[in-house]
């Protein structure tokens, strides 16, 4: 079955810094990837999607990367700031019938 | 606009009850996902309507039911609560798109539900 690996250990960055998150999985090329953020309390907010035919997607001072060859994505924040301090999902969809598959998040705190 | 609704925001029951949560998508989304999550793990998919059909169910048992109606709301069931139901429920709702897919979701704030 589909396994979705996110850095357990929280991510600790300067303010200004570019943070970057990762994301594997372990089995079937998704339709596409979804990233999200989450406060303590509140439930996900959509960031960005890539299809599994797109290598990179930028919104803003956000940037994903999809290799299907290597079975990851990453995503970057750049210019850090203590507002970006939150969980962030990675979610991968078949499409149709499939189920989502989210992974357990990273923490990431920007210090100032 | 209003974002996705749902309610209520907490709830506390016993074990062997029954618990129905309900979510209002935004206005023009016709598809509607339920998700579990538990303190520091990620959301688990546990159904999609569309339409007022199912289209997608995860791993969950019988006891965990849902429908869609005509006005695109959303209602989840759970039957016979174990203590391992405690947690944050997520409805997510989708703008129309391919195949009513979950390309793009919008969560609302969850209910969060202690079985005791």
């Known amino acids: 079955s589909q396994k979705i690996e996110q850095n357990s250990e929280a991510l600790n960055i300067q303010e200004g810094k570019t943070a970057t998150l990762t994301c594997n999985y372990t089995?079937?090329?998704?339709?596409?990837l979804q990233w999200y953020r989450q406060d303590p309390g509140r439930g996900p907010v959509f960031l960005l999607l890539i299809r599994e035919n797109e290598k990179e997607k930028r919104k803003e001072r956000l940037k994903v990367t999809f290799d299907t060859t290597l079975k990851q994505s990453l995503f970057h924040i750049t210019a850090s700031q203590p507002a970006d301090s939150a969980t962030y999902l990675c979610?991968?969809?078949?499409?149709?019938?499939?189920?989502?598959?989210f992974g357990a998040g990273t923490r990431l705190f920007v210090k100032a | 606009d209003a974002g996705v609704t749902q309610s209520p925001t907490h709830l506390i029951k016993t074990r062997g009850q029954q618990v129905t949560l309900r979510c209002s998508p935004i206005s023009g989304h016709k598809s509607v996902s339920w998700y579990q999550q538990v303190l520091g793990q990620g959301p688990q998919f546990i159904f999609q309507y569309y339409e007022k059909e199912e289209r997608g169910r995860g791993n969950f048992p019988d006891r965990f039911s849902a429908r869609q109606f005509p006005n695109y709301s959303s209602e989840l069931n759970v039957n016979a609560l174990l203590l391992g139901d405690s947690a944050l429920y997520l409805c997510a709702s989708s703008p129309p798109g391919l195949a009513g897919g979950r390309e793009t979701q919008y969560f609302g704030p969850g209910t969060r539900l202690l079985v005791l």
């Open positions: 089995n079937y090329s998704p339709a596409y």
């Open positions: 979610a991968l969809d078949r499409g149709g019938g499939f189920k989502t598959i």
